[in-house]
Protein backbone atom coordinates (compact mmCIF):
# COMPACT_ATOMS: atom_id res chain seq x y z
CA UNK A 1 0.00 0.00 0.00
CA UNK A 2 1.64 3.36 -0.69
CA UNK A 3 0.70 5.77 2.19
CA UNK A 4 0.24 9.20 1.83
CA UNK A 5 2.34 11.94 3.34
CA UNK A 6 1.39 13.84 6.08
CA UNK A 7 -0.76 16.25 6.95
CA UNK A 8 -3.46 12.91 6.82
CA UNK A 9 -7.14 13.73 6.62
CA UNK A 10 -9.35 10.76 7.73
CA UNK A 11 -13.00 11.57 7.95
CA UNK A 12 -15.06 10.00 10.55
CA UNK A 13 -17.92 8.09 9.18
CA UNK A 14 -19.44 8.57 12.77
CA UNK A 15 -20.85 11.50 11.52
CA UNK A 16 -22.04 9.92 8.58
CA UNK A 17 -25.58 8.84 6.92
CA UNK A 18 -25.33 4.97 8.04
CA UNK A 19 -28.55 4.02 6.25
CA UNK A 20 -26.96 5.26 3.10
CA UNK A 21 -23.07 4.21 4.01
CA UNK A 22 -21.77 3.10 0.18
CA UNK A 23 -22.83 6.54 -0.87
CA UNK A 24 -21.28 8.19 1.78
CA UNK A 25 -17.66 6.59 1.72
CA UNK A 26 -17.30 7.57 -2.12
CA UNK A 27 -17.99 11.48 -0.78
CA UNK A 28 -14.57 10.98 1.06
CA UNK A 29 -12.75 9.45 -2.13
CA UNK A 30 -10.12 12.28 -1.83
CA UNK A 31 -9.42 12.09 1.74
CA UNK A 32 -6.51 9.80 3.07
CA UNK A 33 -8.17 7.04 5.38
CA UNK A 34 -11.59 6.78 6.39
CA UNK A 35 -11.69 6.75 10.50
CA UNK A 36 -13.93 4.11 12.07
CA UNK A 37 -14.81 4.05 15.49
CA UNK A 38 -15.99 0.88 17.25
CA UNK A 39 -17.56 1.25 20.68
CA UNK A 40 -18.99 -1.05 22.77
CA UNK A 41 -21.43 0.47 25.32
CA UNK A 42 -18.92 -0.50 28.24
CA UNK A 43 -15.40 0.88 27.58
CA UNK A 44 -17.10 4.28 26.26
CA UNK A 45 -20.78 4.61 26.80
CA UNK A 46 -22.37 4.40 23.27
CA UNK A 47 -22.54 1.42 20.57
CA UNK A 48 -21.64 1.85 17.08
CA UNK A 49 -20.84 -1.28 14.54
CA UNK A 50 -18.22 -4.09 15.14
CA UNK A 51 -16.94 -6.97 12.74
CA UNK A 52 -19.56 -7.39 10.44
CA UNK A 53 -20.14 -3.90 9.32
CA UNK A 54 -16.49 -3.52 9.67
CA UNK A 55 -16.30 -6.06 6.90
CA UNK A 56 -18.51 -4.49 4.58
CA UNK A 57 -17.04 -1.00 5.10
CA UNK A 58 -13.94 -2.69 3.90
CA UNK A 59 -15.68 -4.15 1.00
CA UNK A 60 -16.90 -0.63 -0.25
CA UNK A 61 -14.69 1.95 0.71
CA UNK A 62 -12.54 4.05 -2.07
CA UNK A 63 -10.01 4.63 0.62
CA UNK A 64 -8.17 2.45 3.28
CA UNK A 65 -9.55 1.47 7.19
CA UNK A 66 -8.24 3.62 10.10
CA UNK A 67 -10.06 2.07 12.75
CA UNK A 68 -10.31 2.78 16.27
CA UNK A 69 -11.18 0.69 18.77
CA UNK A 70 -13.21 2.16 21.92
CA UNK A 71 -13.61 -1.22 23.44
CA UNK A 72 -12.79 -3.64 26.25
CA UNK A 73 -10.15 -6.33 26.18
CA UNK A 74 -9.09 -5.06 22.61
CA UNK A 75 -6.13 -8.04 22.91
CA UNK A 76 -8.70 -10.43 22.28
CA UNK A 77 -11.15 -8.61 19.78
CA UNK A 78 -8.57 -6.16 18.13
CA UNK A 79 -6.11 -8.45 15.69
CA UNK A 80 -10.01 -9.52 14.16
CA UNK A 81 -10.13 -6.24 12.42
CA UNK A 82 -6.48 -6.75 11.13
CA UNK A 83 -7.84 -9.82 9.99
CA UNK A 84 -10.64 -8.33 7.94
CA UNK A 85 -8.30 -6.12 5.96
CA UNK A 86 -8.07 -2.76 7.94
CA UNK A 87 -4.88 -0.51 7.13
CA UNK A 88 -4.76 0.55 10.51
CA UNK A 89 -6.21 -0.51 13.65
CA UNK A 90 -5.53 1.43 17.19
CA UNK A 91 -6.70 -0.12 20.34
CA UNK A 92 -6.77 2.19 24.24
CA UNK A 93 -3.83 1.82 26.26
CA UNK A 94 -6.31 2.42 28.84
CA UNK A 95 -7.94 -0.90 27.91
CA UNK A 96 -4.72 -3.02 26.99
CA UNK A 97 -3.50 -5.71 29.22
CA UNK A 98 0.05 -6.47 26.70
CA UNK A 99 -0.01 -3.38 24.18
CA UNK A 100 3.49 -4.08 22.85
CA UNK A 101 2.29 -7.70 22.49
CA UNK A 102 -0.99 -6.62 21.11
CA UNK A 103 0.95 -4.04 18.53
CA UNK A 104 3.03 -6.65 17.26
CA UNK A 105 0.30 -8.86 16.49
CA UNK A 106 -1.22 -6.23 14.34
CA UNK A 107 1.88 -5.64 12.69
CA UNK A 108 1.91 -9.11 12.17
CA UNK A 109 -1.13 -9.67 10.43
CA UNK A 110 -0.30 -6.68 7.69
CA UNK A 111 -2.08 -3.96 9.77
CA UNK A 112 -0.55 -0.57 11.45
CA UNK A 113 -0.71 -0.32 14.86
CA UNK A 114 -1.88 2.64 16.93
CA UNK A 115 -2.50 3.39 20.71
CA UNK A 116 -4.79 5.85 21.55
CA UNK A 117 -4.88 7.37 24.98
CA UNK A 118 -7.82 9.51 26.78
CA UNK A 119 -7.68 13.35 27.70
CA UNK A 120 -6.37 12.15 31.40
CA UNK A 121 -3.95 9.35 29.88
CA UNK A 122 -0.37 10.84 30.44
CA UNK A 123 1.62 10.84 27.23
CA UNK A 124 4.46 9.55 29.27
CA UNK A 125 3.35 6.44 29.60
CA UNK A 126 3.99 5.91 25.83
CA UNK A 127 7.64 7.11 25.85
CA UNK A 128 9.20 3.77 26.07
CA UNK A 129 7.02 1.74 23.57
CA UNK A 130 6.46 4.44 21.51
CA UNK A 131 8.71 2.42 19.20
CA UNK A 132 6.16 -0.04 18.65
CA UNK A 133 3.12 1.79 17.73
CA UNK A 134 2.93 3.18 13.89
CA UNK A 135 0.41 5.53 15.55
CA UNK A 136 -0.30 7.59 18.66
CA UNK A 137 -3.86 8.83 18.51
CA UNK A 138 -4.22 11.80 21.57
CA UNK A 139 -7.81 11.95 22.02
CA UNK A 140 -8.35 16.26 22.32
CA UNK A 141 -12.47 14.89 23.59
CA UNK A 142 -13.53 12.47 25.84
CA UNK A 143 -14.13 9.56 23.99
CA UNK A 144 -17.46 8.09 23.09
CA UNK A 145 -19.69 10.80 21.28
CA UNK A 146 -19.36 12.82 18.21
CA UNK A 147 -19.33 16.34 17.80
CA UNK A 148 -18.00 17.62 21.07
CA UNK A 149 -15.69 20.52 21.61
CA UNK A 150 -11.50 20.53 20.94
CA UNK A 151 -10.24 20.70 24.23
CA UNK A 152 -6.86 22.83 23.77
CA UNK A 153 -5.31 21.51 27.23
CA UNK A 154 -4.42 18.41 25.10
CA UNK A 155 -2.02 20.23 23.07
CA UNK A 156 1.12 20.47 25.21
CA UNK A 157 0.68 16.26 25.48
CA UNK A 158 1.03 15.77 21.98
CA UNK A 159 3.84 18.65 21.74
CA UNK A 160 5.54 16.45 23.98
CA UNK A 161 4.75 13.07 22.43
CA UNK A 162 6.40 15.25 19.07
CA UNK A 163 9.38 16.22 20.81
CA UNK A 164 9.73 12.82 22.56
CA UNK A 165 9.63 11.09 19.13
CA UNK A 166 11.99 13.06 17.38
CA UNK A 167 14.28 12.67 20.10
CA UNK A 168 13.98 9.10 19.73
CA UNK A 169 13.84 8.72 15.96
CA UNK A 170 10.89 7.70 15.63
CA UNK A 171 8.77 8.26 12.77
CA UNK A 172 5.34 7.55 14.29
CA UNK A 173 2.36 9.30 13.00
CA UNK A 174 0.80 11.05 15.52
CA UNK A 175 -3.37 11.94 15.18
CA UNK A 176 -5.68 13.72 17.07
CA UNK A 177 -9.58 12.84 17.35
CA UNK A 178 -12.17 15.20 18.61
CA UNK A 179 -13.54 18.61 17.62
CA UNK A 180 -11.07 18.58 14.30
CA UNK A 181 -12.11 22.15 12.17
CA UNK A 182 -11.25 24.80 10.27
CA UNK A 183 -11.17 26.35 13.51
CA UNK A 184 -8.87 23.99 15.60
CA UNK A 185 -6.69 22.18 13.01
CA UNK A 186 -3.70 24.64 12.87
CA UNK A 187 -3.99 24.38 16.47
CA UNK A 188 -3.40 20.90 16.38
CA UNK A 189 -0.79 20.65 13.25
CA UNK A 190 1.50 23.35 15.74
CA UNK A 191 1.41 21.41 18.25
CA UNK A 192 2.89 17.89 16.11
CA UNK A 193 -0.35 16.43 14.90
CA UNK A 194 0.48 14.82 11.29
CA UNK A 195 -3.23 13.00 11.13
CA UNK A 196 -6.25 14.33 11.67
CA UNK A 197 -9.47 12.74 12.13
CA UNK A 198 -12.91 15.38 11.19
CA UNK A 199 -16.31 14.35 11.42
CA UNK A 200 -18.82 17.21 10.92
CA UNK A 201 -16.13 19.24 9.95
CA UNK A 202 -15.92 17.16 6.67
CA UNK A 203 -19.46 15.44 6.58
CA UNK A 204 -21.59 18.93 7.39
CA UNK A 205 -20.21 20.41 5.00
CA UNK A 206 -21.98 21.37 1.31
CA UNK A 207 -18.96 20.10 -0.71
CA UNK A 208 -17.45 17.60 1.12
CA UNK A 209 -14.41 16.96 -1.24
CA UNK A 210 -13.63 21.29 -0.98
CA UNK A 211 -14.12 20.45 2.89
CA UNK A 212 -11.27 17.76 3.27
CA UNK A 213 -8.89 20.10 0.79
CA UNK A 214 -9.00 23.02 3.19
CA UNK A 215 -8.43 21.12 5.86
CA UNK A 216 -5.58 19.19 4.59
CA UNK A 217 -4.07 22.47 3.41
CA UNK A 218 -4.44 24.90 6.76
CA UNK A 219 -2.88 21.34 8.48
CA UNK A 220 0.00 21.73 5.84
CA UNK A 221 0.55 24.86 6.71
CA UNK A 222 0.77 25.30 10.22
CA UNK A 223 2.99 22.47 10.59
CA UNK A 224 5.03 24.82 8.12
CA UNK A 225 4.88 27.71 10.60
CA UNK A 226 5.16 25.36 13.98
Not at 56 to 76: E, G
Not at 192 to 199: I, L, P
Amino acid sequence: MNLPDSPRINPSILAADFVNMQAELARIATADFVHVDVMDNHFVPNLTFGPQMVERIQATSPIPLDVHLMISDPDRWAPGYAELGAASVTFHLEAATEPVALARRLRSIGARAGVAIKPGTAGEELYDIMGEFDQILVMTVEPGFGGQGFMPATMPKLRALRDEAARRGSDVWLQVDGGISDATIEQAARAGADTFVAGSAVYGADDVEAAVTRLRELAGKASLEA
